[in-house]
C-alpha cells in the first residue's frame, strides 16, 4: 500500500477513504484541491493527523488505509480535523461486535 500524494499536503490511502493525513502542519483556511473538489480546512492540522475527504455523519463508519478505524461520534464535514473529538474507536470494542451481531454482551 503506497498511496497518493494529495495537493502536496496530504496522503490518501485509498480511494475508499474517507479522511487523508496531512504530511505538514496545516492551518485552517488551507484549500486541497481532490477529484475536481476544493477541501477547506476547518481547523488547524498538525503533521500526521488526518481529517475528511467527504461529509459523515454521526454513527458512519471512518475509513482510512481502506479499513473502518472508527465511528463519527458528531457530524463531519470535508475539511474538519478527525480525532478523538469527533471520532471513537471502534477497535478491540467487543460490545460492539455484539451489539452489532445480534449477540448480547457477556
Known sequence: MKGEVVD????????RDVVVTAIADLPTGHEIALDGRT????????????FAITSVARGEDIVKYGEVIGRASTDIE???WVHTHNCESTRGRG???????GGEVA
Open 8 to 15: 502536496g499536503a496530504a496522503l490518501l490511502m485509498t480511494e
Open 95 to 101: 460490545d460492539l461486535e455484539a451489539t452489532t451481531s
Open 39 to 50: 477541501i477547506t480546512l476547518a481547523d488547524d492540522v498538525d503533521f500526521g493527523h488526518k
Open 78 to 80: 470535508p475539511g474538519d
